[in-house]
DNA sequence: CGCTCTCTTGAACTAGGTCAAATCCGGTGG
DNA sequence: CCACCGGATTTGACCTAGTTCAAGAGAGCG
């Protein structure tokens, strides 16, 4: 159940197997979700955590105009939502992209952790700071990048955190989005996405047909969007 | 010396007289800083965090274009690199846009309070998710807010972080950086930021005149950029 | 088989960028 | 007190990446 929190917490930093299991008893209760069901509502007092075991979500805002940004897509091993336990109430809603498992771990949990586990607190609080520096490169990609920059960019980030729990190899991997959900990403419209995509498996560079990713050429793919995988911070140390 | 981090924490939870002695003693050094001075330079392995007392401080990235995206702005009382604690290193570098006076507190410090302060360690994630907060409304702004909501949504933010360390009122507060600074945090070039705030002036909304924000009207500046202070967590609880 | 959601494509439009030339203005040296 | 310097601001003319609107074409599914 928590296989891929562990290979994402693994990749990072040694996780004992003493650890691994306090972690898995932490989990109250499993359930499944559906695609556009709101997991965790903005601005709403929360008691418990979600991880997202199997799926697709994502972190959103709406605006007043009907638009919606994006800021966070999440992949099996993530914490939807753990950063609700220092702020007991998330600016933004959780949404399934598609069906999806997970497991809840109420905060009552998480707060013991503070107490009697230094180091698994330390690994939480890493894998929140992960999503942070997610949000800042995002920050970037808006801010500075072209439309084709910023998509091969988020293209490549999604190569490396699937690799990292087993869902992605160099030829690519299954993305179950529309490419409205890539486009409320990326700060763009859906049209636009669209003729970029078009553009880029034109040069065999990417293409995203029948809900997969294909990488015709990495190299220059990540050369095209000036990616570098350290924000990813896919390196053992002691946290 | 730890004042604003102090009125920073206690606005949204209660910080003890023993917990504010503890933090005041982390720090091992005090230290001025010069303006572009760069006090953390990303990729650097670090053993040290630095607390913003006094001036301006910003997390940037630059990009092979020689184009730079700010992606986040520090007011005192902000720790500006304390998430290095868990990653150990930065993903992006930080640098003072003014004359600085800077706090140090070794990593070693913060490694001693997650096993004997549990709150107070709380305390630190939940300052490192207010930094990721900012994050996400900053990807809203660049992704989907137009580059005058994006502005005064940015001076908004200001006005509510800089009152909260007593550095802004309702009439507005003194912002020490050039037109260029604010244009790189807005993904925008500063000649279309100028021309922003002349429209701006003109409407009465907000200036931005001789490093100072004056507003004229913060109901309206609030409507254009459909500022809502929650993502800014101002509030007590138990954290 | 028909429905609905998703994807594609074209044509016209606009927010914001680019480039370049003033102008302003605080600080310095004389 | 004044002239000068260099960065910061301001303005104009033109340009383009990405949007908007609208209409078809697929394509999975009950």
Redesign the interface.
Same mark, same amino acid.
């Not at 808006?142 to 990048?145: A, D, S, V």
């Given at each position: 159940m928590i296989d891929q929190m562990l290979m994402k917490l693994r990749a990072r930093d040694d996780v004992s197997e003493q650890e691994a299991l306090i972690l898995q008893s932490s989990i109250s209760e499993i359930r499944t979700v559906v695609t556009d069901e709101v997991v965790v509502r903005a601005?709403v007092d929360l008691t418990k955590c979600t991880l997202l075991v199997q799926g697709f979500m994502c972190?959103y805002?709406d605006?007043?105009n009907g638009?919606?940004?994006i800021?966070?897509l999440h992949v099996p091993g993530d914490f939807v939502d753990l950063?609700s =336990?220092?702020?007991?109430k998330l600016?933004?809603s959780v949404l399934a992209l598609v069906p999806c498992k997970i497991a809840i771990v109420p905060h009552e949990r998480v707060l013991q952790m503070?107490?009697d586990h230094?180091h698994l607190?330390?690994l939480l609080? =890493?894998a929140?700071?992960l999503?942070?520096?997610i949000?800042?490169?995002?920050?970037?990609s808006?801010?500075?990048?072209t439309a084709i920059a910023r998509l091969v960019h988020l293209l490549c980030e999604l190569q490396v955190r699937l690799g990292v729990v087993g869902m992605a190899d160099a030829t690519g991997y299954d993305l179950p989005l529309t490419q409205q959900d890539l486009a409320e990403c990326?700060?763009m419209t859906g049209v636009h996405l669209n003729r970029i995509l078009g553009t880029l498996k034109a040069d065999a560079v990417v293409s995203f047909q029948g809900r997969r990713v294909r990488f015709h050429d990495v190299e220059r793919a990540r050369a095209i969007a000036?990616f570098t995988p350290?924000?990813l =911070?896919v390196e053992k140390?002691q946290?």
């Open positions: 601005g972190r805002k605006l007043a638009e919606r940004q800021s966070e950063h =336990f220092p702020l007991k600016d933004h503070t107490r230094p607190t330390r609080w =890493f929140t700071m999503d942070a520096a949000h800042r490169e995002w920050v970037v808006l801010g500075r990048r990326l700060g000036e350290d924000y =911070f140390r946290r």
